[in-house]
């Protein structure tokens, strides 16, 4: 099992910067791909931006620019820096892993959310 704590949320203005913390904990070993979603009220959680064990990014379009995903590899501990924030960029934003384990010889993947931490931007 895998435990993800977000911190770093917080209110801000728009135009501000925010960075969000995500430290995981329990069995951290072979974890292929870490992530950030959000959910804004009323909203479907949707894709931020995910990192893979070998540093390839992806983010979505409305973001690029202005976050940037970054992982330690000591820790794992995973990072979203947010700058030029927007108003449409509040929500709750969530950590994600994604774990390999195997299953009689086959792969598959363990999926692992933290619990949230809210995001503000004030117009």
């Known amino acids: 099992q895998v435990q993800l704590v977000e911190s770093g949320g917080g209110l801000v203005q728009a135009g501000g910067s925010l960075r969000l913390s995500c430290a995981p904990s329990?069995?951290?070993?072979?974890?292929?791909?870490m992530g950030w979603y959000r959910q804004a009220p009323g909203k479907q959680r949707e894709f931020v931006a995910t990192i893979t064990s070998d540093g390839r990014t992806n983010y979505r379009d409305s973001v690029k620019g202005r976050f940037t995903i970054s992982r330690e590899d000591a820790k794992m501990t995973l990072y979203l820096q947010m700058n030029g924030l927007k108003p449409e960029d509040t929500a709750v934003y969530y950590c994600?892993?994604?774990?390999?384990?195997?299953?009689?010889?086959?792969?598959?993947?363990?999926?692992?959310w933290g619990q949230g931490t809210q995001v503000t931007v004030s117009s």
């Open positions: 994600n892993a994604e774990q390999r384990k195997y299953y009689r010889g086959s792969p598959y993947e363990s999926t692992y």
């Open positions: 329990g069995s951290i070993g072979s974890i292929v791909t």
